[in-house]
């Protein structure tokens, strides 16, 4: 039987985003998957995950990720594309609530999981629309 290599693996974990799949998302991480979003945010464990993937579908209930290149070099994988999606307040989303950024990610895979996920992108207006700002 083949591995996937870490390519595979973090293409897997993007598909499960864009499906908003939180147990097929938690199904490939570590149990001590690291998380780092775009403002420095780090949360550790992947049960923490779970509940941080359900909240972030529920502000944004059509988030998606588009990879437009992948590099791998060993259990490293850099994808580059871009994020969108639509703040959903008090369970309305309006069209001036919508956004889109050029973003990257990097995944660090071991034993077939990721352990690392760390987004890079410009998300200034998305904070300021959580916020309420």
Not at 57 to 71: A, M, N
Not at 110 to 132: L, P, S
Request: charge should be negative.
């Amino acid at each position: 039987m083949r591995a996937d290599s870490a390519a595979e693996v973090a293409a897997s974990f993007i598909a499960a985003i864009n499906a908003h799949d939180v147990e097929a998302i938690c199904g490939l991480m570590t149990e001590d998957f690291v998380f780092v979003d775009s403002i420095g945010h780090v949360v550790q464990g992947r049960e923490n995950m779970r509940s941080g993937w359900e909240g972030y579908f529920k502000w944004f209930p059509d988030y998606q990720i588009s990879v437009e290149d992948t590099l791998e070099a060993g259990g490293l994988v850099a994808m580059l594309g871009s994020a969108k999606g639509t703040l959903c307040k008090r369970g309305v989303m309006k069209p001036e609530n919508y956004w889109q950024v050029p973003a990257a990610w990097k995944a660090i895979v071991r034993g077939g999981r990721i352990t690392e996920w760390r987004v890079y992108a410009d998300n200034y207006q998305t904070v300021k629309m959580v916020r309420g700002e």
